[in-house]
């Protein structure tokens, strides 16, 4: 079975593992992997048609000059003018 360690865990977090590993009976070791198991599956998949829909919503909603962007219609003029 592979091994994973983790360095710079900061101290209040792993205070924190350990009481969680205490309150439901298991080795800090195991309680980790529980909590990873947990996190992984509740992590929302999205499929691709979800996906694609989200980015054609971003790009109707982004406006270049919003975020002091150029305006890519003028730097193509910019470019053939060269």
């Known amino acids: 079975m592979p091994i994973l360690h ?3 865990v900061p101290e209040s977090l792993y205070c924190r ?9 298991r080795s800090l070791n195991a309680d980790i992997v529980a909590l990873l198991e947990q996190a992984l599956a509740n992590e929302v998949l999205l499929d691709q048609t979800e996906i694609l829909m989200r980015m054609r919503c971003n790009r109707r909603s982004f406006r270049p000059a919003d975020v002091g962007a150029p305006d890519s219609f003028l730097l193509l003029r910019e470019d053939r003018e060269r």
Do not use: F, I
């Open 17 to 25: 593992l350990q009481q969680h590993a205490a309150m439901h009976h």
């Open 6 to 8: 983790v360095y710079d």
